[in-house]
């Protein structure tokens, strides 16, 4: 019995394969089709039936399984009251982030640290300028700051020349001292020019992919975003509240 139910199985599994395929392929296909550059990172069949799910460009969207209509806004399961779309940014933050090695972060961290966060910065930003004069204030309460850079201007100008804050950004990885350019960089100080190997435009460009759109983004150790600028006491409230019920971004 089972020699010839095998082969019907495997058939329908077959099939069914090859219809997700066609239906990735004209999602993929619709989305790339609605301008130059866009770039679809990921799909993922939706909770929604009959719906796949679309990071692309740094945009959550979620697109009908024959690639005719897209919707774009957050989902949300009204029956259990959650916010799907900013669960799974979440989640997409975090294994990310999970892949950038300390070696490719600027650290300022306790000894023990109660809470981590990533912070997308640009060394040209007012509020992340004003976020890092607090920064022995986040230590103290246990926070450990890891910096990405993520140069507001992007990493070339229009004419194709390195932008200002990419330099310094640059600059500033490339120091003898880090962090005592970064901290002078921070207080408005032109750090010394200097170039190297660094990660500035994988920051940069992993920040697109996860939808940064202005500095400073904060990204909590569970994937959620909290707003821009805050307040180290602001800062541990939010790190204390449960999973998911912080602000979002993307």
């Not at 003898?176 to 010394?192: C, L, V």
């Not at 994937?223 to 204390?240: C, F, H, M, S």
Request: hydrophobic share 40%.
């Amino acid at each position: 019995m089972l020699k010839k139910i095998l082969p019907a199985l495997l058939a329908g599994a077959f099939a069914m394969t090859a219809c997700a395929a066609d239906n990735e392929k004209a999602v993929r296909d619709a989305v790339e089709s609605l301008g130059a550059g866009i770039k679809v990172d990921s799909i993922a069949p939706a909770p929604m039936a009959g719906f796949y799910q679309v990071v692309a460009s740094g945009r959550m969207v979620y697109v009908s399984a024959d690639g005719r209509y897209m919707l774009n806004g957050n989902l949300i399961d009204l029956q259990a009251k959650t916010d799907l779309s900013a669960a799974s940014w979440a989640a997409t933050r975090k294994a990310a982030l999970a892949k950038v090695p300390a070696s490719q972060r600027l650290i300022y961290s306790p000894d023990k640290p109660k809470h981590t966060v990533t912070v997308f910065t640009d060394v040209d930003c007012g509020f992340c300028r004003q976020l890092h004069a607090h920064i022995d204030e986040f230590i103290k309460q246990g926070i450990a700051v890891e910096y990405v850079f993520w140069p507001r201007e992007g990493i070339k100008t229009t004419a194709g020349n390195d932008t200002p804050s990419y330099t310094k950004a640059v600059s500033v990885w490339c120091s003898a001292d880090r962090k005592n350019a970064f901290n002078e960089a921070m207080k408005g100080a032109t750090p010394k020019a200097a170039t190297c190997t660094n990660p500035v435009k994988d920051d940069f460009e992993l920040g697109e992919r996860l939808g940064v759109n202005g500095t400073p983004t904060i990204v909590t150790e569970n994937g959620d975003v909290v707003g821009g600028y805050v307040t180290p006491a602001q800062l541990l409230q939010a790190l204390q509240a449960p999973a998911g019920t912080v602000g979002h971004g993307g």
